[in-house]
């Protein structure tokens, strides 16, 4: 999407939603919600490939980003994603340099990466055509590395410093797991906190765009005031149960 990496480092939230249910009416939906993007989650999430090829068209047929979380770090489901038209791909579990690079390398055409040419609905959701979509696609597409272990947060400057990438993605779930030994799920426990400082600095000294799973506005607010900008604001089947929820209190 042109405009799209000016607006992420504008440094204003850019707030998008979390889908885990598969449906194209759905994420059409999804997409015309006052957000301004959609994340299919195809790591947790229970949405396929074939799934995601229409809810991608969908989102980007409303003029908001669509964004993908791959299953894994792999070349082969990071290609795929652009393809299909995401605008963005968030890779899970990067934990070294190495895989950073490989990430990168699998997400941006020459010279900066290896991506492979193909795929026709990149073609149609940029409404253009391959020789424009070469020439843009390694700035209108963007790429962000999870930082969600101890190893990646031990590395977090070298990993920040890749070229290539375009922004780092706490996954504070796993990150509060990891940093409490397994003790429990906490995303604003002091520690937690702490470790996004430095993630943050890391993509400032860095020129990268620095993300977060937020989920809840409590949470997406203390992000906010550590200098997160891009961040997962709401999950689809939790705006269910809350709307369920609200529609009932005080009848029964
Ligand atoms: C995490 O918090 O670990 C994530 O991957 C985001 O859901
Ligand atoms: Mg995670």
Redesign the pocket.
Known sequence: MTGLRDRLHDGKPFLFSWMSMAGAQLAGQMARLPLDGVCL?M??GMIGFSDAVPMISAIAGVSKAPIVRVLWNDPGLVGQAFDAGASIVIA?MINSVAQAQALVKAAKYPPIGQRSWGGYTMLQVAKTTPAEYLKMANSTTLVFA?I?TREALDLVDEIAAVPGLDGLFV?????SIALSNGAGIN?TAPEVLTAMDKVAAACKRNGLVPGA?AGTPEVMSQYIARGFNFL?AVVDVDLLRQGAEAAVKGIR
Request: no cysteine.
């Open positions: 989650d790591q947790h899970p999870m969600e996954g504070p779930s796993d990150l995303k799973f997962a």
